[in-house]
């Protein structure tokens, strides 16, 4: 099992920046890929990005391509998430999510946490 704890949320307004970051603790070792998912009111989740663990390749959405970076910390077993350039429409519940192999679904998810970009 792996537990994942997502902090940094909160509110800013647009054109700002926050630093998500998702703490993985338990069984680790085989985690494959890390990503962050959020959801809007209303909405469906969607994918933002995504990092395979050992080597560090990522993947974004249209939707934050140049505005959000994500990284990871193999000594701390953390991801973290730069949102820069902030738009309302960022505006969602944020959650990280982990998988063990490039073909599985994402296995485990945080609790989530919530961030909201003011006009």
């Known amino acids: 099992q792996v537990q994942l704890l997502e902090s940094g949320g909160g509110l800013v307004q647009a054109g700002g920046s926050l630093r998500l970051s998702c703490a993985a603790s338990g069984r680790t070792d085989g985690t494959y890929m890390m990503g962050w998912f959020r959801q809007a009111p209303g909405k469906e989740r969607e994918f933002v990005a995504t990092i395979i663990w050992k080597i560090g390749s990522t993947a974004y959405a249209d939707s934050v391509k140049g505005r959000f970076t994500i990284s990871r910390d193999n000594a701390r077993n953390t991801v973290h998430l730069q949102m820069n350039s902030l738009k309302p429409e960022d505006t969602a519940v944020y959650y990280c999510?982990?998988?063990?192999?490039?073909?599985?679904?994402?296995?485990?998810w945080g609790q989530g946490t919530q961030v909201t970009v003011s006009s």
């Open positions: 999510a982990a998988k063990v192999s490039l073909f599985d679904d994402y296995s485990y």
